[in-house]
């Protein structure tokens, strides 16, 4: 299993990012995608989770109704729109997966991860 993250960058705050998670090695039928970050200094968190059937998506307050988790079953691949990005949501952005009953928020549920895009945010 195979997970690729991309799209990060440098931006202003106010601004938006796309970034997208390309998932390979087998089907994602029954696992449920995340996206966590880290930033410098900190601890792993938790941004938000769908299953891949496009089930309800959680998310932390800290995004709620700022990020959009999507997917594209065709291209196999896990999206998250961020738009009125503010300086506080740098760090390096993660992609996870694991076959998992119910979404959850603890990095520790997911076996599957990607190496990590970095999202910066100038004030």
């Known amino acids: 299993v195979q997970l690729q993250a991309s799209g990060g960058g440098l931006v202003q705050a106010g601004g938006s990012l796309r970034l997208s998670c390309a998932a390979s090695g087998r089907t994602f039928v029954n696992n449920v995608m995340a996206w966590f970050r880290q930033a410098s200094g900190k601890e792993r968190e938790f941004v938000t989770a769908?299953?891949?059937?496009?089930?309800?998506?959680v998310y932390s307050d800290s995004v709620m109704g700022r990020f959009i988790i999507t997917r594209d079953t065709a291209k196999n691949t896990v999206y998250l729109q961020m738009n009125n990005l503010k300086p506080e949501d740098t760090a390096v952005y993660y992609c996870?997966?694991?076959?998992?009953?119910?979404?959850?928020?603890?990095?520790?549920?997911?076996?599957?991860w990607g190496q990590g895009t970095q999202v910066t945010v100038s004030s």
């Open positions: 769908m299953g891949w059937s496009g089930s309800s998506a």
């Open positions: 996870a997966a694991d076959r998992l009953a119910a979404i959850s928020t603890r990095a520790q549920s997911y076996d599957y």
